[in-house]
């Protein structure tokens, strides 16, 4: 009897502890949910449409544009910690991004569209497609690399509260176009790092492609955004961007002895890879020459006319690397894109601004 009694008492606290727990959960999950009340409907709007992984998040809460504006960052510590004040409620997020192997070019189709081509060279996944739409800005769709906040292996944005981390995705897009029909991509230079000072709102390599899919209708208003905020690289690295807009126009925007320098087309397309193109002492510093070469030669071809997008993305694959995660073609007059992943060319995806 008295061992029975011992093991009744024993199963009673096992069964204590066990409810315990498990309304510590439930709290600690209603208080998650109470939180992050307003950022449940982009979470929950999260689909994973292929097993690259890839997903896609229709972002409807606030990220705070002007806010992170009006102070600015001069790091990706200081921009993962107004993320973390922000978006994460002050869950912690570290912002980093490795290296950016890429190419771009930006075209013209032969019923007259306006394209821009990008191959996203870097094998850390999973990636995301996100959909934003702010009260003070541009709608548009870009490409992030959700590997740069923490996901990857088995931890992926599925289900709350996995999902946290991808809030913070507003603010490390690497490719995208917005409803005006700008397009942009980031390239990796092999150089110093950028740290301007003079005078202006810091920002750092991916909050200025935020701010200028948010806020620039034109390449000239891109350039002008650039001009009023001092640039900070991310990842202790170099960058410039290939921006290019509905009407044709095109820029590659690099930064020579922390000065905005703008390397303009000769012709009526641009192609850009991960060496410097400005003029002077770090002319052809850089890697990627060969695939430069391949992208000058195919657009000479026609002219920068290619008959389609499946010819723009055509491009791409000829200028792919084993690390190649994406190739994006952006249509700029229509504002969408055809999306492939990891070199499987015979299978892709396609959205439109218009879907939402």
């Not at 005006?180 to 740290?195: F, M, R, Y």
């Not at 006319?305 to 249509?331: G, I, K, R």
Request: one cysteine or more.
């Amino acid at each position: 009897e008295m061992t029975t009694l011992c093991m009744s008492k024993g199963k009673k606290q096992v069964l204590s502890l066990a409810g315990g727990l498990l309304a510590l959960l439930l709290a600690a999950l209603i208080a998650l949910g109470l939180l992050f009340h307003r950022e449940f409907s982009t979470l929950t709007s999260i689909r994973k449409l292929d097993d690259a992984p890839f997903y896609v998040m229709d972002y409807t809460a606030d990220y705070g544009l002007e806010e992170f504006l009006a102070q600015g960052a001069s790091s990706d510590q200081e921009l993962s910690a107004f993320v973390i004040q922000k978006l994460m409620k002050g869950l912690p997020v570290t912002i980093t991004l490795p290296d950016l192997s890429c190419s771009t070019f930006n075209a013209r189709l032969e019923n007259g569209d306006a394209v821009f081509g990008r191959n996203f060279d870097n094998p850390i996944k999973p990636c995301m497609l996100v959909h934003t739409d702010p009260e003070d800005g541009y709608e548009s769709i870009s490409m992030v690399n959700l590997g740069y906040v923490g996901y990857g292996g088995d931890y992926v944005p599925e289900g709350f509260p996995a999902s946290l981390l991808s809030l913070a995705a507003p603010y490390i897009p690497l490719d995208g176009v917005n409803e005006k029909g700008l397009s942009i991509g980031v390239l990796q230079l092999d150089v110093e790092p950028t740290h301007q000072d003079n005078g202006h709102t810091d920002i750092t390599t991916s909050s200025a492609i935020r701010l200028i899919l948010d806020r620039a209708a034109t390449v000239d208003e891109a350039v002008e955004l650039l001009r009023r905020y001092d640039m900070h690289s991310s990842a202790n690295a170099c960058f410039h961007f290939q921006i290019a807009d509905a009407h044709g126009s095109s820029v590659v925007a690099e930064y020579v002895d922390g000065q905005l320098s703008l390397v303009r087309p000769e012709e009526n397309y641009q192609w850009c890879t991960n060496f410097f193109l400005s003029p002077g002492e770090l002319y052809d510093v850089g890697r990627g020459q060969d695939r430069y070469e391949t992208l000058k030669r195919l657009l000479a071809q026609s002219n920068g006319l290619l008959p389609d997008e499946n010819a723009a993305m055509d491009c791409l694959e000829a200028v792919a690397q084993d690390s190649t995660f994406w190739s994006a073609v952006y249509n700029n007059t229509n504002a969408t894109v055809e999306l492939t992943l990891h070199g499987n060319y015979e299978k892709s995806y396609r959205f439109d601004l218009e879907q939402w």
